[in-house]
Nanobody, 122 residues
Framework: QVQLRESGGGSVQAGGSLRLSCAASRDIHSWAWFRQAPDKEREGVAAINSDGHTRYADSVKDRFTISQDTGLSTLWLQMDSLKPENTTMYYC???????????????????WGQGSQVTVSS
């Protein structure tokens, strides 16, 4: 069973930056960041596999960057040029399977972090 622990998040003004971190209890082959607003479906934001292949939702391309450490046990999401509509809970998720193109569908991932609140004020 993979354990994930998130850190980071918080409050920032529009145009600012935040970084989320996710520490895993073992090396991960594919993982991703999701976000979910109240009464909405969980949305894939960015994903990466152990080869470093990345995938992004169109809404965050060129503003968010997903990365991992060389030990494949820490995941980050650098969020720049944040907008008020980015306000919501963010979750990291992990799979022990290496997907050639890391998926952004939540059903792919079996392990989830506890969530981090990101609040962007206008």
């Amino acid at each position: 069973q993979v354990q994930l622990r998130e850190s980071g998040g918080g409050s920032v003004q529009a145009g600012g930056s935040l970084r989320l971190s996710c520490a895993a209890s073992r090396d991960i082959h594919s993982w991703a960041w999701f976000r979910q607003a109240p009464d909405k479906e969980r949305e894939g934001v960015a994903a990466i596999n152990s080869d470093g292949h990345t995938r992004y939702a169109d809404s965050v391309k060129d503003r968010f960057t997903i990365s991992q450490d060389t030990g494949l046990s820490t995941l980050w999401l650098q969020m720049d040029s944040l907008k008020p509509e980015n306000t919501t809970m963010y979750y990291c998720a992990a799979s022990l399977r290496k997907w050639r193109s890391p998926p952004l569908g939540p059903s792919t991932y079996a392990a989830w972090g506890q969530g981090s609140q990101v609040t962007v004020s206008s």
